[in-house]
């Protein structure tokens, strides 16, 4: 069985700092994908990358980067010089190998309530 | 160029009502996913459906809860005889069709019915 575990429930930082959300997860299959989402007050949700197993190199984009680490099951986000505007829930998600077709279910994490102050 | 359009935004049942909820996936997208989000809780899946056909409702409770994705219309999830409980956000999902095996597109979320249970 799969589970994704975000261990921080809030975090608070001021605005500038920066601030890294964790998440490991656990997983039996040698192919699987990872994914943030980022759930605004609003209550969408707005998903900010997907990556492959086979795919260690960390991400960068724009104040985001990510990363990936198979040695620990772990795939971290880390949000540079926050604003007022990063304040969000962040959930963190693991789909097994996707079958012929492309689908399969998302298990997320709990959630990360980051809050970005002035 | 429209997303995933769930409707209602925001639903009021009274216990023992029904409860149908609705999912236009974006254009294109064959897949469909159900999510349920408790309050202060982090995303549950419930049901995969490609067009006609349930491929996995292994997160379904079994009694009260159907699905359905039409070959015209949206997806519809059908609560019957709600209780208390039910009181959730309930997103949908949709992704591409891809014949890849490994691929496994991300998916794209509606901004999710809010249901509320007097």
């Known amino acids: 069985a799969q589970k994704v575990t975000q261990a921080q429930t809030e975090i608070s930082v001021v605005e500038k700092e920066d601030v890294t959300l964790d998440c490991v997860y656990e997983?039996?299959?040698?192919?699987?994908?990872l994914f943030w989402y980022k759930q605004p007050p609003s209550g969408e949700l707005v998903f900010l990358i997907r990556?492959?197993?086979?795919?260690?190199q960390n991400e960068i984009s724009g104040r985001y980067s990510w990363n990936f680490q198979k040695s620990t099951s772990s795939f971290n986000f880390t949000i540079t010089a926050s604003q007022v505007v990063d304040s969000a829930v962040y959930f963190c998600?693991?789909?097994?190998?996707?079958?012929?077709?492309?689908?399969?279910?998302?298990?997320f994490g709990t959630g990360t309530q980051l809050k970005v102050e002035l | 160029n429209a997303g995933v359009m769930q409707n209602p935004r925001h639903l009021v049942r009274r216990r023992g009502q029904e409860a149908r909820l609705r999912c236009s996936p974006m254009?294109?997208?064959?897949?469909v996913y159900w999510y349920r989000q408790l309050p202060e809780e982090g995303l549950k899946f419930m049901v995969y459906?490609?067009?006609?056909?349930?491929?996995?409702e292994s997160g379904m409770p079994k009694e009260r809860f159907s699905a359905e994705f039409p070959k015209e219309g949206p997806s519809i999830l059908r609560i019957q005889q709600v209780v208390r409980g039910d009181s959730a956000a309930y997103f949908c999902?949709?992704?591409?069709?891809?014949?890849?095996?490994?691929?496994?597109?991300?998916?794209?979320f509606g901004d999710g019915t809010r249901l509320s249970i007097l």
């Open positions: 999902a949709s992704s591409p069709l891809d014949g890849r095996v490994l691929s496994n597109q991300p998916q794209h």
């Open positions: 997983t039996r299959d040698t192919t699987y994908y």
């Open positions: 990556r492959n197993s086979f795919d260690e």
């Open positions: 998600a693991l789909s097994e190998g996707g079958r012929t077709g492309g689908g399969n279910k998302l298990t």
């Open positions: 254009k294109g997208h064959s897949h």
């Open positions: 459906l490609q067009k006609e056909n349930i491929i996995d």
